[in-house]
């Protein structure tokens, strides 16, 4: 029977996106200042956190959370922005901190025109070189698929094209096996954990806006986003407490709504086939 301390114990999973001071308006929560970033691995620093990659992390809850360090916290970063190279790699070596970064394997050596909404579409996305020299910095690379689309308002065949493509587009770049993947916008449904898990992947992030715990399905791990916020706020998403009553209202309000918003969008795809006369179902 598992121990009730391992059972409850909560792991930070932190997903960043691009560490830099520009940006639209409507892509600004997405990014953290290069001198605040550095401020929160200082942080981790002091107060003695043991960074993990998100398979390690995975390998450790399989053992009940046993073989988890007295602090552990996984950093992650979403889509593969060519800031994560210049501005927080450079970091994180300082610190001897590993992490795990989602590639969207289509704008390697390119640029975000996936942001069109957020009116980003020349943010500078990695190199293949670039992301060559972060795997040999001990850094996890995993796949965010090709290109990065709402995979929940796929039929299933395309969105299993998306997840099995960007594995194997960087397997062939790496020359290892990807074990990692995550959920463009988080999105993922019962479907899609299980198209994952059958291409091979041994874990998968969404957001969930929460801690993990070794309860997580392996398939969807909760994380916490972080934002350009003041050290004690980023002090207190580590523990799940909330720095203010307007930030603890906003951050209730983002857990409860990515469910519903989910929906909202699904079942406005599905009305969109149906009215075209090509309703497919959704994974």
């Known amino acids: 029977m598992m121990k009730a301390s391992l059972r409850e114990k909560k792991v930070p999973i932190l997903m960043y996106h691009s560490i830099s001071k520009a940006a639209a308006p409507k892509f600004r929560q997405f990014t953290v200042s290069p001198e605040l970033f550095a401020e929160q691995m200082a942080y981790l620093h002091h107060y003695r956190y043991t960074t993990m990659t998100v398979t390690q992390f995975v390998s450790a809850r399989a053992q009940g959370m046993s073989a988890l360090p007295a602090r552990p916290i996984?950093?992650?970063?979403?889509?593969?922005?060519?800031?994560?190279y210049t501005a927080a790699l450079p970091v994180l070596k300082r610190y001897d901190f590993t992490a795990t970064i989602y590639i969207a394997t289509a704008f390697v050596d390119g640029a975000s025109c996936w942001l069109r909404r957020e009116r980003e579409t020349r943010r500078r996305m990695l190199t293949w070189q670039q992301v060559s020299e972060i795997k040999k910095s001990d850094i996890?690379?995993?796949?965010?698929?090709?290109?990065?689309p709402q995979l929940d308002t796929l039929t299933a065949s395309a969105a299993g094209d998306e997840i099995a493509h960007s594995k194997r587009v960087?397997?062939?770049?790496?020359g290892q096996e990807v074990c990692a993947f995550a959920y463009p916008y988080g999105y993922q449904t019962a479907?899609?954990?299980?198209?994952v898990q059958e291409t091979g992947y041994s874990s998968a992030c969404a957001v969930r806006h929460a801690m993990s715990s070794v309860t997580d399905d392996p398939f969807c791990l909760a994380r916490l986003m972080v934002r350009e916020a003041p050290l004690d706020a980023f002090a207190a998403l580590l523990t799940s407490r909330i720095a203010s009553p307007v930030t603890a209202a906003s951050w209730a309000y983002r857990r409860a709504r990515t469910p519903l918003w989910q929906l909202v969008r699904r079942s406005s795809t599905s009305m969109r086939h149906y009215l075209q006369g090509g309703w497919q179902p959704l994974p």
């Open 170 to 174: 960087l397997e062939d770049r790496l």
């Open 74 to 84: 996984v950093l992650t970063f979403d889509d593969g922005y060519a800031d994560f």
């Open 191 to 195: 479907r899609l954990r299980q198209l």
């Open 140 to 148: 996890e690379c995993g796949a965010h698929t090709h290109s990065h």
